[in-house]
């Protein structure tokens, strides 16, 4: 059973910064990244990295939002930049096996209010 941790959220106000941290208990993966879901919305992409290095971004955060990994801490991380009151949602870390099997964190806060 793979596990998730996921730390970093809170509340910001518009154009500010916040780093999510997602640390799994496996280092194997076929991808590893971020959804989110915010209030009467579906939970949707933001970042995600393959196992080969490829990213993948949300057309609604590229230029803002960067992922990063530390292979030597199965840690993954998402810098959020110039935050909008429309990025509040709770973000999920999320780990798909090489079996195709979705593995979810129990989510964290992100709030953008002034």
């Known amino acids: 059973q793979v596990q998730l941790v996921e730390s970093g959220g809170g509340l910001v106000q518009p154009g500010g910064s916040l780093r999510l941290s997602c640390a799994a208990s496996?280092?194997?993966?076929?991808?590893m990244g971020w959804y989110r879901q915010a209030p009467g919305k579906q939970r949707e992409l933001v970042a995600t990295?393959?196992?080969?290095?490829?990213?993948n971004y949300a057309d609604s955060v590229k230029g803002r939002f960067t992922i990063s990994r530390d292979n030597a801490k199965n840690t993954v991380y998402l810098q959020m930049n110039s935050l909008k009151p429309e990025d509040t949602a709770v973000f999920y870390c999320?780990?798909?096996?090489?079996?195709?099997?979705?593995?979810w964190g129990q989510g964290t806060q992100v709030t953008v209010s002034s």
């Open positions: 990295f393959t196992s080969g290095g490829r990213t």
């Open positions: 999320n780990l798909q096996s090489l079996g195709y099997h979705n593995y």
């Open positions: 496996t280092g194997i993966f076929r991808a």
